[in-house]
Each structure stands twice: as C-alpha cells, then as structure tokens.
C-alpha cells in the first residue's frame, strides 16, 4: 500500500517462472523496496537471479550470475518487520472489464494528466471514456472494442455487465503506468463503489495488480 | 613644579644601616621624588590624615611653599624601567626631610645625594660630597611634590565640630586641632611651627564666620563661604584647561551630539532665530525636534547626517558656554571627590543643587537631558531598523537554542524519512487524495 493507504499493489510470480523453486513452507519476508532497488541496480540484464531465505531468516540473500563471465555477485538485505495489514483481496467479478495495450492506456493517462488532477473513467455499452476537466479546459479519450487480426496485442476488448462511471487520481495511475514495459497488454477492471483493479499479465500466469480506491464525492 | 631632586628615602624616620631589626625598610625601595624650589633646610616629611579618606599619607611641608602632596607617576609600562642616579655637578642641598637628624653612614650620604635634573632625563648629576659612584633606583616610577591648600587638612575637623552642634560652636584653632586629630597624625605638631599656623588660620578665616575671644581668634564653618571658595578654585583649575584625559572623557564626550540617521527637522527655528537666542535654556525649549528615520538607502543616510546635523546643533557661543559649565563642574567634582569627606561633599553638593548656588548649572542639566534624550532616541530607532533581524539577547537565548535542537531534529527525521522514500512515493505525497476511501474499507483482513 501507498502511505496514503488508498492504492495497493500485489504482484503475483507464480513458481513457473522460477527454475528451480522450492518452498518448504509459507514464509513471509518484509523487504525494504528500496533496499531491494539498490542491490538490483548491482544485476546486469542478462544476469541469473537466484532469491534465498532460510528458516526464520533475518536477511534475504540475492546472487546474481552472469553465465558469460562467471561473474556471481551474492548480496544479503536486512529483513524488516512489516506491521502492516496483510489485505486479503478477494476475487471479484467486476461490472466492466477493459483489456488494451499498455502503451494506449500510458498514453492516455500522460495526455490527461495535462489538464486535471483526475480522470473519470465510463464504461458503457457504446465504449469506454476517459474524461478531465482542469483549469485549462477539459478532455475526453473514447476507446470502443477494435480487433487487431494481425496484432492481437493491439486488441480493445470491452465486457460490461452493466455500465460503470467512476473517477481516480490520475497521479495514481500515471505511476501504474510504469509497468507497461512488463507486459504489452493492461487489463483494467470496474465495478461501482470498489476500487480500480490494473493487471498487467506476465509471462507463465504472473501478474502485477493495482489497486486504486474511486474518488468519492466530487464526481462530475 | 621644580627641577630640583631630592631622592628623599621615604622611610624617613629609619635610617636602614641603623634600625637593622626593621625588615620593611632595608627592602623599601628608594623612591625619586621631585620637590619644589622652595625646599629649603626647614622642610619636613610629614603624615597627616588625607582630607577625604583620613587615612594616614605622606606630605611635605616647607615653610616657604607650603604643604605639598605626593603625585606619584607611574612610569610607562615599556619606556622606562629604571633610573640612574650619577654624579654630578653641585647644587644646593635641599630636600633634607625628616631624617636629616641622623648621623648620615656612607649609604644615606648617598641617598641624600642632591641632584639637578631636567625631567625626564635619567641621568642625575650628584652633589659632590656624595659617594662619587653612581646609584640606580630599581623603580622607575616618580613622586612630585604638588602644592595642596591646607585648608583642605582643617576641613574634616571643622566640618565635623559644626555638623555635630546644630548650634555650630566657634572654636579656635588649637581646639579645632586637638579635639580632631589622633596622635599618629602630625599636623598638631607642624601647627607649632608658626608659618604653617598662620597660612592654616588664613585658610581658615577665608571658610568661616569668626568672632574675636581676647587675644584669640574662634571660627565655625560657614557653607555658603565654603562653596564660593571651592567655585573659586573650580574656575582656576578649568580656566587653563583641564587634563586632557579629563576634558575628553567627561566633557567632550558628555556633549556629544549622537551621530546617527536621524534628520533633525527644527520647525520653527531657523537658523538666524538660533543665533538671536540668548540664553541657552531657551534654544533648547524651543527646539522641535522630530526624528525621521531614514530609508535603507545608505548614501541617502549619510547624506542627511551631514547636511542636517551641523545646521542645527546649538550655536558655537552656546556650546562654548556648556563647555565652559561642564568643565567647572568636572573640575569641581574632582576636588570634592579627591579633597573632601564624604559627608562634606554631600553637604556641598545639595548647595550647588539648590538656587542659592553661585553658580547656575540647570541650562547645563537641561542640555544634558536633552542630549541623553537624543541618544536614547538614536539607540531606540537603531534597535528599531534592526528588530527584524535581531532578538534581545535576554529571554531568548534558551528559547533560540530549543528551538535549534528541535529544527535540528525536524531535519534528522526528514533525512531519514527521504532516505527510506523513493522520489513517486514522495510525489504521491503531494497527491489530493480527498473522497478516496482506504483499502482496509474494500478488503478485509486476510484471515491468518
């Protein structure tokens, strides 16, 4: 969660994605992320990641391998006790569902984030709009259902149960955004009254979910 | 004063060969004195009480100058530090003091040695009969021999025998003596000697009231007499000057505009009206005096001090006039604090304050007054063009240093805070999070 405890961000590697894995029991690890950046900063692209705890651990310990130069860097990160909450987010079958490409959801985000502070996002049946008003003016995207035969990335896909209207920071978002590079598609997910779910699918079943709760109230 | 010098052995009475069982004296340094011409073979080192303390000090009396007190002058820290006493061409023995009694042993003939000096130069020529060596004396300090009214020696006495009767007995001079003085001093004795008694009862008469008892004079202290006759010795020390430490520190200084940034506007007063002014008191009435407070421009300030200030302050003559005053009364302080009692002072003092002082200082007062307002003035409106930038130094030097220790870990927190955030978590800081409801309200808390 954000310090402001209204966006939330799950990821999601399942253990496909390592090779090898193994996990004798459920073990929690409080890292500091920006401990966690440092030592990343240390890989290098091709590098191989091994992520090691032991029992009752106190550090996590991060080896990095680059399998050309037999370089191997091992870097231990002190452990921290998260306090926090751990949220159990329920699955939810949400009003209206919206896949598009991520580079057309950032660009969205970036072109509104221009005029206003936050955007409303409405779904019907006709298509999806993201609207803004600011002090300079007001602007609205509108995205209906398009299929790319050639590119099935570049495919809009909508599904509405029942139309859906709510607004978000779009600050938030244009942070979300960021992850775009992790995957060429952004599913985002809208039901009244709850908060904005933003997956980005990864490879073999992985994912990076954001949460964002609506703004309330100011609805125009 | 005099070029005559005496190296006159202050432990007088002693002669240091002879009393060897006197430990003091044979260490006493031997001390330069300069003594006036009129030093003749009569002269004698005497103690008396000192006139304001009553403590018991050197004098030297000749019958031909009168009584004379010791200055000494202490020689500059780095000029001088010694003396050499050499022999020389004679002069006339003088300066035999007190101890010419004693059979003089080949030291003291030294000591007496008689020399003719021009202030200032070291060198001493010696009298011949002294030892034909020269002498060095370690001390480079000087003692001269000044005159000093021996009215001042009667004062204490007198003014105790008025003070105690309210009805203020005449007495005579013998009485007056030996009621006051303790057998240590030696001014009964000295009156013995019919010079000093005749110059200590003119002294006297020109202070008293006197009434004739048969063949003997009496006398009682009269104030106002009094008064006139320290005025009158006030305007002779003032009238060639005084010190020039003393005129600086107590005149000049005193009447001293401050020199700030202030325009003086004189409203109604131009400088052709000054100028007619008579009396000191009225200019200073009559001066409207408003303070403006100059901008930051410096050149600007500058400007009006130069211009503004020497156009209205008071007229040459006038300040002349308080110089004048101020120097009298500097002057005259200065015999009350060195030659009077405490008690006598006071006494005096409230007859200088009151009307029937011969001498006016309230024009001196009011200009004084005045100038100390100027200066207030001028301290208040510094102090105000800087209350922005500075604080008192009183109550808050605790209060600067709490709140120091308290930004000082304001910052700590904020460096360690910035330390652990990566730059979006800070700008998401910034964000408007209003209507927007906390995670926790949507999902539940995961069972554990």
């Given amino acids: 969660m954000d310090n402001s405890h209204v966006a939330l961000v799950s990821m999601m590697l399942k253990a496909e994605s390592f090779s090898p894995f193994r996990c004798d029991r459920n073990i929690a690890l409080g890292i500091n992320l920006s401990s966690l950046m440092k030592v990343l900063r240390c890989a290098q692209n091709e590098d191989i990641l091994t992520l090691k705890a032991e029992d009752a651990p106190d550090v996590v310990n991060l080896v990095f391998e680059t399998s050309e130069s037999d370089r191997l860097s091992e870097y231990d990160i002190k452990l921290m006790d998260i306090d926090q909450e751990h949220l159990g987010i329920p699955e939810t079958e949400y009003a209206a569902t919206i896949s598009m490409p991520s580079s057309e959801f950032q660009r969205i985000c970036r072109d509104l984030m221009a005029l206003s502070e936050s955007v409303a996002i409405e779904a019907t049946k006709d298509g999806v709009k993201f609207s803004c008003s600011g002090d300079i003016g007001n602007g609205a995207v509108t995205l209906r259902s398009h299929t790319n035969v050639e590119n099935p990335e570049k495919n809009i896909d909508i599904s509405l149960s029942e139309p859906v209207a709510l607004t978000f920071s779009l600050k938030y978002l244009v942070n979300f955004c960021k992850a775009s590079g992790l995957s060429g598609t952004v599913k985002l997910c809208l039901s009244n009254e709850v908060p904005l779910l933003v997956e980005y699918t990864l490879a073999s079943n992985s994912y990076l979910r954001f949460y964002l709760a609506p703004k309330i109230g100011d609805e125009e | 004063m005099k070029t005559r010098v005496s190296r006159s052995a202050k432990p007088v009475q002693a002669d240091s060969v002879k009393a060897p069982n006197h430990p003091t004296l044979q260490q006493d340094p031997v001390k330069l004195v300069l003594l006036p011409q009129s030093a003749g073979p009569d002269s004698r080192m005497c103690t008396l009480a000192h006139p304001s303390t009553s403590k018991a000090s050197r004098y030297y009396w000749c019958p031909g100058g009168g009584l004379h007190e010791f200055q000494k002058v202490k020689a500059p820290r780095r000029a001088y530090r010694s003396w050499l006493l050499g022999p020389g061409a004679a002069s006339t023995p003088t300066g035999l003091g007190l101890h010419s009694a004693s059979q003089p042993t080949a030291e003291q003939v030294?000591?007496?040695?008689?020399?003719?000096?021009?202030?200032?130069?070291?060198?001493?020529?010696?009298?011949?009969?002294?030892?034909?060596?020269?002498?060095?004396?370690?001390?480079?300090?000087?003692?001269?021999?000044?005159?000093?009214?021996?009215?001042?020696?009667?004062?204490?006495?007198?003014?105790?025998?008025?003070?105690?009767?309210?009805?203020?007995?005449?007495?005579?001079?013998?009485?007056?003596?030996?009621?006051?003085?303790?057998?240590?001093?030696?001014?009964?004795?000295?009156?013995?000697?019919?010079?000093?008694?005749?110059?200590?009862?003119?002294?006297?008469?020109?202070?008293?009231?006197?009434?004739?008892?048969?063949?003997?004079?009496?006398?009682?202290?009269?104030?106002?007499?009094?008064?006139?006759?320290?005025?009158?010795?006030?305007?002779?020390?003032?009238?060639?000057?005084?010190?020039?430490?003393?005129?600086?520190?107590?005149?000049?200084?005193?009447?001293?505009?401050?020199?700030?940034?202030?325009?003086?506007?004189?409203?109604?007063?131009?400088?052709?009206?000054?100028?007619?002014?008579?009396?000191?008191?009225?200019?200073?009435?009559?001066?409207?005096?408003?303070?403006?407070?100059?901008?930051?421009?410096?050149?600007?300030?500058?400007?009006?001090?130069?211009?503004?200030?020497?156009?209205?302050?008071?007229?040459?003559?006038?300040?002349?006039?308080?110089?004048?005053?101020?120097?009298?009364?500097?002057?005259?302080?200065?015999?009350?604090?060195?030659?009077?009692?405490?008690?006598?002072?006071?006494?005096?003092?409230?007859?200088?304050?009151?009307?029937?002082?011969?001498?006016?200082?309230?024009?001196?007062?009011?200009?004084?007054?005045?100038?100390?307002?100027?200066?207030?003035?001028?301290?208040?409106?510094?102090?105000?063009?800087?209350?922005?930038?500075?604080?008192?130094?009183?109550?808050?030097?605790?209060?600067?240093?709490?709140?120091?220790?308290?930004?000082?870990?304001?910052?700590?927190?904020?460096?360690?805070?910035?330390?652990?955030?990566?730059?979006?978590?800070?700008?998401?800081?910034?964000?408007?999070?209003?209507?927007?409801?906390?995670?926790?309200?949507?999902?539940?808390?995961?069972?554990?």
């Fill in chain 2, 110 to 448: 030294n000591r007496k040695a008689q020399s003719c000096v021009v202030p200032g130069v070291e060198a001493l020529r010696k009298a011949p009969k002294a030892a034909p060596f020269g002498h060095t004396v370690k001390e480079a300090d000087i003692s001269i021999a000044t005159a000093i009214d021996v009215l001042f020696f009667a004062l204490p006495p007198l003014h105790t025998q008025t003070s105690n009767n309210t009805k203020g007995l005449f007495l005579s001079v013998d009485d007056l003596f030996d009621t006051a003085l303790e057998s240590p001093m030696q001014l009964k004795y000295l009156l013995l000697q019919d010079a000093l008694r005749q110059a200590v009862e003119k002294r006297i008469a020109a202070v008293c009231d006197d009434v004739d008892a048969g063949d003997e004079k009496m006398y009682r202290l009269n104030m106002d007499k009094l008064v006139l006759e320290l005025v009158a010795k006030a305007r002779r020390m003032s009238s060639s000057g005084l010190p020039r430490s003393m005129e600086a520190n107590f005149v000049d200084k005193a009447l001293e505009a401050p020199m700030i940034n202030l325009e003086r506007e004189v409203s109604s007063i131009s400088t052709a009206a000054t100028e007619t002014i008579p009396a000191p008191s009225a200019s200073i009435g009559e001066k409207q005096l408003t303070l403006a407070k100059r901008g930051s421009n410096g050149s600007d300030c500058s400007f009006h001090t130069n211009r503004t200030v020497p156009d209205h302050s008071p007229p040459r003559n006038v300040q002349d006039h308080f110089k004048d005053l101020l120097r009298l009364r500097t002057a005259l302080s200065f015999i009350m604090s060195s030659y009077l009692t405490k008690a006598l002072a006071t006494a005096i003092q409230t007859i200088l304050d009151s009307s029937s002082s011969p001498v006016d200082f309230k024009p001196l007062d009011e200009h004084l007054t005045y100038l100390g307002r100027l200066r207030a003035e001028a301290l208040a409106s510094c102090s105000l063009s800087n209350i922005s930038r500075k604080r008192s130094m009183v109550d808050d030097e605790e209060a600067a240093e709490a709140k120091a220790e308290k930004r000082r870990k304001k910052e700590e927190d904020e460096n360690r805070q910035k330390a652990g955030l990566t730059r979006g978590i800070r700008e998401l800081k910034k964000v408007d999070v209003t209507g927007m409801k906390k995670m926790s309200d949507f999902f539940g808390r995961k069972p554990a």
